[in-house]
């Protein structure tokens, strides 16, 4: 049986055909050197990549060195390998004669599949489309021929603003226990930064799973505390609790240690056993199933070039406060408190992501190829393939609407309905204009005004269009704005 070469994103048992197949891990120093990371996604990449090394014991020949390349010439063997992750790595496998590459794993729907239902579709490939014939071509939650509970989707009651009192009724995600192989991997990460690689954000106590049982654990402890609670405040954004019911398992289905398809069985057990409400587990399926199928298939179904969209010509780079995460200098309570997250966790729910960090981004202008880089440095679940669809298609329209309708930018009056932010900020969000303007409402209209021209006319946009014709005091919110810059507000 042939070696099968894993990447640190294939680590779990579905990568192997057999339990005892002979397996090649490679750690790769240069990957650290060409980014600059935040210190817990390193963390968690080393460690998790270590454990499996340690759990395979002598089934694995584990290389570490400078790059891939040179690890590869020590092993004198053919090998195979499943579908990489990001068009770098399956150019690089493509490459190698003595390197043969099979079919993706680690996502529910298969590529060929996918590109047999796009082929089939005129027009835009909509999420919505896709994920109802996932439903129906996996056979999840299904009653005969059509959806459990006669609707594919219960999004419209997903949307509540968090509960009062600060914190949802559900315990906290279950927290992995760190061992001698995290105490190394700390020294190495130490040591390599006094060599001069750089890391972001502060380090901490590993949060995310960094094996196949922990991934598992914190999934069983999802599907029976956590679930339940899901969806109705999907949207909520809370100061106090940053984990509200979400289930924390991205950077495991992502680093390959969970497969997908478990959890979305799991969580269909849980509804036909009674134990959890059906909008609340169709919910989870929507973006398990549904999202980060879709979002994978995308990657590789557009073409090459849809990750350098930049259609609304976003021309502004980064700044550092915002690269270094320097929540100190940030006013805006919202942003400050997000900005925190990912300094102290590397993860923040998808709210916050979309509507706080890419709201911002797409008011302020900035590249969307940066922005790219930045979530997949920043963030512990950050790959290439998952933030060209979050952040090209949906965050930062740089597409103009091949997967969503309307860009996902919004004023103060959105974070203050589904948050508990604006009350202990020095910004009032109902305010556009003034000391007290809200940067974000302000940077709403803005950005309505700067971009009219370049944003398709239609139904979802006409409303705010139309109120901006109306804004009398614009030109002087659009000269406040462009005053306020990049700084950090
Ligand atoms: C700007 C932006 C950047 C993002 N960056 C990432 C990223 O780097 N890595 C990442 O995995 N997700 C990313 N997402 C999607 C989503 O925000 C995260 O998957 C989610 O917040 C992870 O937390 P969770 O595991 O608690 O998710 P839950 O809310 O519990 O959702 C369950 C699972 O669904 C999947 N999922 C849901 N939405 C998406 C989506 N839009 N794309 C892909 N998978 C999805 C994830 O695997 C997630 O674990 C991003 C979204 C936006 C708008
Ligand atoms: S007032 Fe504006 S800046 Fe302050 S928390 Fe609310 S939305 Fe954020």
């Not at 027009?123 to 999840?140: I, K, N, Q, S």
């Not at 559900?170 to 192989?181: F, G, K, R, T, Y």
């Not at 949207?235 to 019911?245: F, Q, R, Y």
Request: charged fraction near 30%; charge should be positive.
């Amino acid at each position: 049986m042939p070696r099968r070469w894993l990447f640190a994103d294939q680590l779990g048992p579905h990568f192997l055909d057999e339990r005892k197949q002979p397996v090649l891990l490679v750690e790769s120093k240069a990957v650290f050197r060409r980014h600059v990371f935040h210190r817990q996604k390193a963390h968690l990449i080393l460690s998790a990549l270590r454990h499996r090394a340690a759990e395979l014991g002598d089934q694995a020949i584990f290389v570490r060195g400078e790059t891939y390349g040179q690890a590869l010439r020590q092993v004198g063997e053919p090998l195979e390998v499943c579908h990489p992750t990001s068009r770098r790595a399956l150019e690089f496998v493509r490459g190698l004669d003595t390197v043969t590459v099979l079919p993706a794993r680690g996502y529910v729907t298969s590529l060929a599949d996918f590109a047999d239902w796009a082929d089939s579709r005129r027009g835009t490939l909509r999420m919505e489309a896709f994920y109802r014939f996932a439903r129906e071509h996996h056979r999840v939650l299904m009653d005969g021929r059509g959806p459990a509970g006669g609707r594919w989707s219960f999004d419209t009651e997903n949307r509540d603003p968090p509960p009062k009192g600060g914190r949802l009724d559900v315990p906290a995600p279950a927290m992995p226990a760190e061992d001698d192989i995290d105490a190394e991997v700390r020294a190495d990460l130490d040591r390599w930064a006094r060599e001069g690689i750089r890391f972001t954000g502060r380090d901490g106590p590993r949060r995310f799973p960094a094996t196949t049982g922990e991934a598992r654990s914190r999934l069983r402890h999802f599907l029976r505390h956590r679930l339940t609670a899901f969806g109705r405040y999907e949207d909520a954004m809370l100061s106090t609790d940053p984990w509200l019911a979400h289930s924390a398992l991205s950077s495991s289905f992502n680093l390959g240690l969970l497969d997908p398809m478990a959890a979305v069985r799991g969580a269909e057990r849980a509804y036909r056993r009674q134990e959890a409400p059906l909008a609340a587990v169709e919910g989870f399926v929507r973006q398990v199933l549904g999202w980060r199928d879709y979002i994978w298939h995308t990657y590789w179904y557009f073409e090459r070039g849809w990750r350098d969209s930049n259609e609304l010509g976003a021309r502004r780079s980064l700044p550092d406060w915002w690269r270094d995460l320097d929540t100190e200098s940030v006013d805006a309570r919202c942003l400050r408190d997000v900005l925190t997250g990912v300094r102290d966790r590397g993860w923040v729910h998808h709210i916050p992501r979309l509507m706080v960090l890419g709201n911002y981004a797409l008011q302020r202008g900035w590249r969307p190829s940066e922005l790219v880089e930045w979530f997949h440095t920043r963030f512990v679940d950050g790959y290439d393939w998952v933030l060209t669809g979050n952040v090209v298609g949906m965050s930062q329209y740089a597409d103009l609407g091949r997967m969503t309708t309307k860009p996902y930018v919004a004023g103060g009056a959105y974070i203050n309905r589904m948050s508990d932010y604006c009350g202990g900020c020095r910004y009032d969000p109902r305010q556009r204009l003034g000391a007290d303007a809200c940067p974000f409402t302000a940077g709403y209209w803005a950005f309505l005004a700067g971009n009219r021209d370049r944003i398709p006319a239609n139904a979802r946009m006409a409303r705010a269009m139309r109120q901006l014709t109306l804004l009398g005091d614009l030109d002087a919110v659009v000269d406040q704005e462009r005053r306020r810059g990049s700084d950090p507000p």
